[in-house]
């Protein structure tokens, strides 16, 4: 379990999809920031999470995915191991992913929802990529989620194409701001279906809940 010395219990969920000839050497040092947080000497040592159901990190040669699902007890300086993290990663990443981070608050009780709007919890989501088109394009289809998920409430899914295609519009522009005159890859693009799925972030979230 965490120490209860450290003012949060961090939690990272989520997969990345490696490039072809990673090796786990490679991983190490790019979760190095992450381990060493932990008090940890290697990855070997420190995969293992704060709590014993949960996975932990765990990377599949054969599959190339880095599957991460792992808490650690810290304070607000983990901030930093987690930038040095996805600047390492970013080198290592075969396609765009998106890494889900929850800061828990350990002094207030999950299960008192009159503490939750004094609670310090914070929630964020990190993004990874080997460049920015791919990165964007992950950005975009959980936004789309997102928003139609929320607008599903009142509207049927087949009227929000439009919606959806402003969303793209906005990230079509962004693209081509950052790309100026430089070739990084293909825009992001509309994934043409299967719109729906849970929100991220908003109120008290149970702990590991996934």
């Not at 990443?93 to 004094?118: H, K, L, N, R």
């Amino acid at each position: 379990m965490p120490s209860t010395n450290s003012p949060f219990e961090i939690h990272l969920h989520g997969q990345v999809v490696l490039r072809a000839g990673v090796e786990f050497e490679q991983i190490q040092e790019a979760l190095k920031p992450l381990w060493k947080y932990a008090g940890a000497r290697s990855l070997a040592d420190g995969a293992r999470s704060s709590y014993d159901d949960e996975p932990g990190i765990k990377f599949d040669l054969l599959k190339r995915t880095l599957e991460i699902c792992w808490t650690v007890a810290g304070d607000e300086d983990f901030r930093q191991s987690l930038d040095e993290m996805c600047m390492s990663l970013n080198e290592l990443a075969d396609t765009g992913a998106a890494i889900e981070v929850s800061f828990y608050d350990t002094e207030f009780d999950e299960d008192d929802e009159e503490t939750w709007d004094e609670s310090r919890d914070d929630f964020t989501m990190l993004f990874v990529g080997p460049n920015p088109a791919a990165i964007m394009q992950v950005q975009r289809d959980l936004l789309v989620e997102d928003v139609v998920a929320m607008m599903e409430r009142h509207f049927e899914g087949a009227e929000l194409t439009g919606v959806v295609a402003e969303i793209d519009k906005l990230f079509a522009k962004r693209f081509d701001s950052i790309v100026n005159s430089l070739e990084i890859g293909k825009r992001p693009r509309g994934s043409g279906g299967g719109y729906g799925g849970a929100g991220h972030g908003g109120g008290r979230k149970p702990r590991h809940l996934h």
